[in-house]
Nanobody
Framework: QVQLVESGGGLVQAGGSLRLSCAAS????????MAWYRQAPGKPRELVAS???????NYADSVKERFTISRDSAKKVLFLEMNRLRPDDTAVYFC????????????????WGRGTQVTVSS
C-alpha cells in the first residue's frame, strides 16, 4: 500500500512562513510528477505548485515569488516552503504523486495525501 503523509501545517500570522513536507512510503518503484494542491472552504481544489522527476517546477500565479516546491527523490519526500503568507493562503494543503508501484506498471498511478491545515491570521 502506498501512503502520502503531509506534515508542517499550522497557524501563522500574515507575513510568516511555514514549511510543508510530504513523505511517500510503501511499495514504490518510481515517482514521476509530484504536486501540492490546496482547498479552501467552499472552493474547489486548486494546484499550488508541481515538480517533475527532473526538477522542473510550475507555480500558480498567486504563489509565485512566495512559495518554493522541492523534493528529495532519494528519500521520497516533497516540500513546500511558504513565505510571506497571506490570509487567502488559508486552506487544507494536499500532496499528490504520480508513480509506479511496480516496474511492470504500464502507466502511472495517482495518489493523494489526507491533507494538512494551514491557517493564516490577519
Amino acid at each position: 500500500q502506498v501512503q502520502l503523509v503531509e506534515s508542517g501545517g499550522g497557524l501563522v500570522q500574515a507575513g510568516g512562513s511555514l514549511r510543508l513536507s510530504c513523505a511517500a512510503s510503501g511499495t514504490i518503484f518510481s515517482i514521476d510528477d509530484m504536486a501540492w494542491y490546496r482547498q479552501a472552504p467552499g472552493k474547489p481544489r486548486e494546484l499550488v505548485a508541481s515538480i517533475s522527476a527532473s526538477g522542473s517546477t510550475n507555480y500558480a500565479d498567486s504563489v509565485k515569488e512566495r512559495f518554493t516546491i522541492s523534493r528529495d527523490s532519494a528519500k521520497k519526500v516533497l516540500f513546500l516552503e511558504m513565505n510571506r503568507l497571506r490570509p487567502d493562503d488559508t486552506a487544507v494543503y494536499f500532496c499528490n504523486a504520480h508513480l509506479k508501484k511496480w516496474y511492470s506498471d504500464l502507466g502511472l498511478r495517482i495518489y493523494w495525501g489526507r491533507g494538512t491545515q494551514v491557517t493564516v491570521s490577519s
